[in-house]
C-alpha cells in the first residue's frame, strides 16, 4: 500500500487467482468434512469480494452452495439407517504382493471395473496403497468405498467396494 494514504487494488487476475484458490480450498475442506468452517470461510470472501469484484464474489456465491450441498449430505448420511454397503457374500481376495509393481494397479483398476454395485473385494498389498485411492477417487468419485482391515507394518488390508456405477 503507498504511504501517501491512497490505496491501490490488486490487478484482477491476481484477485481471480485468489478466489479461485479459495473456492477450491473450501470445496475440499467441506468435502474432508467440514462443511461449516468451509461455508463461513467462503462467505468471508465473498463479503470483501462483492462490491468491487462481483465476478469474483459470484464463484464464491457457487462455493457457498456446493458446499450447502455437501453438508446436507453428510447430515443425510449421519441421520440414515444403518444399512449394509456390500452383499453378504464372502469379498473376493486380490493379492498383489506377488505381481510385479507394474502390473498391480492394472489388475486392481480391472478388478474393480468387474464389480458389481454392492460388491466389493479386499486388496491385500505390501506397502500402504493409499496413492490407489487417490487414482480411484479421480477416476471414479462417489462410485466405490474405501475400508482399511489392516495397516502394516508388512501388510495392508483395504476393502475395496462398488456403491455405483462409474
Known amino acids: 500500500m503507498p504511504t501517501d494514504g491512497s490505496s491501490t487494488a490488486p490487478p484482477v487476475d491476481v484477485v481471480d487467482g485468489l478466489a479461485r484458490t479459495l473456492a477450491r480450498a473450501c470445496r475440499a475442506l467441506a468435502e474432508a468434512g467440514r462443511p461449516q468452517d468451509a461455508g463461513r470461510l467462503a462467505a468471508d470472501g465473498w463479503v470483501l469480494l462483492r462490491h468491487r469484484h462481483p465476478d469474483q ?5 457457487g462455493t457457498m452452495h456446493h ?3 455437501v453438508e446436507q449430505r453428510l447430515a443425510d448420511l449421519a441421520h440414515a439407517p444403518e444399512e449394509p454397503l456390500m452383499t ?18 492394472a489388475l486392481i483398476f480391472t478388478t474393480f471395473d468387474q464389480l458389481p454395485v454392492g460388491t466389493g473385494f479386499v486388496l491385500v498389498n505390501d506397502h500402504d496403497p493409499k496413492p ?6 479421480a477416476e471414479s468419485p462417489d462410485a466405490f468405498t474405501w475400508e ?4 502394516g507394518p508388512e501388510v495392508w488390508r483395504v476393502r475395496i467396494g462398488r456403491i455405483a456405477a462409474a
Open 67 to 69: 458446499v450447502a450441498r
Open 57 to 61: 464474489a459470484l464463484r464464491l456465491d
Open 88 to 105: 453378504l457374500t464372502p469379498d473376493r481376495i486380490v493379492d498383489v504382493r506377488t505381481e510385479i509393481p507394474r502390473t498391480r494397479h
Open 148 to 151: 482399511y482391515l489392516e495397516e
Open 132 to 137: 490407489l485411492y487417490y487414482q480411484l477417487a
